[in-house]
């Protein structure tokens, strides 16, 4: 209670003196424009680590209106925080990163406790009605030991999100414990999906994709989902504003094992949001600031009750994600297999692999997807090769002696002649890969245009090659646009 009281004097002497400005726009137009406020400087990408948050933790225990403190540790013995603000009867807990590799909405915390650290600047209405209606407590990083190896899974190899019954998982438990103690009235289950799910079969990536998880198979709308539901129109009419048809909702099916599920069947309402894919988007700092509205919308609702107007005819309204996405997308290319020529579509994707010597964060490996008709679907980069000739790409030779040599050479004009892969005699053994955008081998092979084998060929108009595809990258020759990343030198 004296916690409390000390807090409540602290927000009520911040409002007295810092009096609301009057910026323009609603909030929610004002808290998207300026979120670069806000935004926690010591997370610029998604590969952060462990002890980043450790840093903004320590600094943000220092303030009056927070209290963090360690309720546990992982396999691995890592540290676990609990972050708590507000004073007020309802309590919400938000949990994430239970998968190590689901870093965005941990980076949108960040940037929340520093909006509550602020004041002065026309928000604290907002923040006044957060802090006194609710009681917040966040768990940012549940599973650091994944996040250290940026691996969805514990040290254990287990899915924590799929541990909700068994509890086998130390990090699992600490999460039962904090709902059951907490007797939590809301619950936000924060998480990242693939950039490759569109929202619906006709829509753009979905950034976010929203969810009340179901509580059976047969999607009962129980006293409990009922509220997270409407908390999810909600959420979805706010962000509608930002990214027009780009909210999808996740798959509505039952999983016995999740979280999310057994949260609402314990009796916190629960709301799914997913981080998902955006244009131009690699590090996911757009949908960071997509997450970072969510959040501060959801508490909001909360607080005030507003999300009890909202009618959830409108939850089955918005369009179920699914995979219609690819990274790469040539259409209409002309090809020839023997005495056949045909037209086909070529769908790629470029996945992320991790290095073994740790020097870089990770290297590209492409794929082919689909060869044939894709018309369904749609990519991130996509070329139109109609009147082109696909060519599987050529092996150069003579092989250069090293890297040195190879560097030297005019790699813009090895691809116009249809050279996709050069051999380097001499590599040496700590490589892992190359940024020159051409493949290096250590000895000469060749790999089928087939679907499952790496995306290396070239596109022919009038017998000249105008594109090189490059481990899965386009690279345009005739303007000199080159998009190759770190490819894996192939031993």
């Known amino acids: 209670m004296i916690v409390h009281l000390i807090i409540s004097l602290v927000t009520a002497f911040m409002i007295l003196t810092n009096p609301p400005a009057e910026p323009t726009g609603t909030l929610h137009q004002r808290l998207y424009k300026q979120h ?15 002890s980043v948050l450790e840093g903004i933790l320590k600094d943000l225990d220092k303030h009056p209106l927070f209290a963090v403190e360690q309720v546990g540790q992982s396999v691995q013995k890592k540290p676990i925080y609990l972050v708590r603000f507000g004073q007020g009867p309802t309590t919400v807990l938000l949990w994430s990163q239970m998968h190590g590799d689901e870093p965005t909405a941990t980076a949108a915390l960040a940037d929340v406790f520093n909006f509550f650290q602020q004041s002065g600047d026309g928000y604290d209405s907002l923040r006044q009605a957060v ?61 990242d999906q693939n950039i490759r799910y569109a929202a619906g079969p006709e829509g753009p990536p979905a950034s976010i994709s929203l969810l009340a998880p179901p ?29 027009p048809k780009g909210v999808g909702k996740w798959k509505d099916e039952f999983e016995p094992r999740a979280f999310g599920e057994n949260m609402q069947r314990w009796g916190t309402r629960t709301v799914l949001i997913e981080s998902g894919g955006y244009h131009n988007d690699p590090e996911r700092q757009q949908v960071r ?10 508490l909001q609702s909360i607080a005030t009750g507003q999300y009890q107007q909202e009618d959830i005819a409108y939850y089955e309204q918005i369009p179920e994600n699914a995979q219609y996405l690819y990274d790469v997308v040539i259409r209409n290319a002309e090809l020839a297999l023997g005495e056949f020529s045909y037209t086909a579509d070529i769908a790629i994707n470029q996945q992320e692999k991790e290095l073994p010597s740790g020097k870089e964060p990770f290297y590209f490996e492409s794929s082919i997807e689909g060869i044939g008709d894709m018309s369904p ?21 003579p092989s250069f002696a090293n890297l040195k040599a190879l560097e030297k050479a005019n790699i813009q004009n090895l691809l116009k002649q249809g050279y996709t892969s050069v051999v380097v005699e001499a590599l040496p053994e700590n490589l892992d890969h190359t940024s020159l955008p051409i493949n290096i081998r250590s000895k000469p092979a060749t790999t089928p245009l087939a679907v499952g084998e790496p995306a290396d060929f070239v596109l022919e108009k009038g017998g000249k090659v105008r594109y090189a595809v490059i481990n899965g990258f386009l690279y345009d020759l005739e303007k000199g646009k080159n998009t190759v990343k770190n490819a894996r030198i192939r031993r």
Do not use: C
């Open 36 to 50: 670069g406020t806000f935004k926690e400087s010591r997370i610029q990408d998604r590969r952060f680590k462990h």
């Open 289 to 298: 600031r997509l997450n970072f509205l969510a959040i501060l919308a959801g």
């Open 377 to 397: 679907y749609r990519g991130y980069v996509e070329l139109d090769a109609k009147g082109m000739q696909l060519r599987q790409g050529r092996i150069y030779e």
């Open 131 to 191: 802090l006194q209606h609710t009681t917040v407590y966040v768990l940012p990083m549940l599973n650091p030991d994944g996040a250290e190896r940026y691996q969805r899974y514990n040290a254990q190899g287990i899915d924590l999100n799929r541990d909700a019954l068994r509890l086998q998982a130390p990090e699992s438990q600490l999460l039962k414990r904090m709902r059951d103690s907490l007797q939590a009235d809301w619950g936000f289950n924060l998480h």
């Open 215 to 243: 509580i059976d198979a047969a999607g009962t709308a129980d006293s409990i989902r009922l509220p997270a539901m409407q908390l999810v129109v909600e959420l979805n009419r706010v962000l509608q504003e930002f990214i």
